[in-house]
């Protein structure tokens, strides 16, 4: 069974950088699509930033386009997500997934998830 486990999650200011973590293990990383998933307080969970298994192209939310970048090494099995200019609205709990097929944003579908890191904004 594979296992997705987050980290780097914390509380920072407006205006911040963060990069959150992925460790995947039991899994053929190359082979999976690779993303990042968020809740905000109260709302379900959504697509925010992914890579395809296939050729590497990257897919981001239009809330988050020009501020985050999602990467990986895969040599590591490790996912990232580089959070820049972070926003009061950015504050939520950010999951990790892996989702084997074609590529898809449709959170059901996605095959295996981590337990999520807190992301905390506040001034």
């Known amino acids: 069974q594979a296992h997705l486990v987050e980290s780097g999650g914390g509380l920072v200011q407006p205006g911040d950088s963060l990069r959150l973590s992925c460790v995947a293990s039991?899994?053929?990383?190359?082979?999976?699509?690779m993303g990042w998933f968020y809740e905000s307080p109260g709302q379900k969970r959504e697509f925010l930033a992914g890579?395809?298994?296939?050729?590497?192209?990257?897919h981001y939310a239009d809330s988050v386009k020009g501020r985050f970048t999602v990467s990986a090494n895969s040599a590591k099995n490790i996912l990232y997500l580089e959070m820049t200019r972070l926003k009061l609205e950015d504050m939520g709990v950010y999951y990790c997934?892996?989702?084997?097929?074609?590529?898809?944003?449709?959170?059901?579908?996605?095959?295996?998830w981590g337990q999520g890191t807190q992301v905390n904004v506040s001034s």
């Open positions: 997934a892996a989702r084997f097929g074609y590529w898809s944003t449709y959170t059901p579908w996605w095959d295996y």
């Open positions: 039991d899994l053929p990383f190359t082979r999976y699509h």
């Open positions: 890579i395809e298994a296939n050729d590497g192209n990257t």
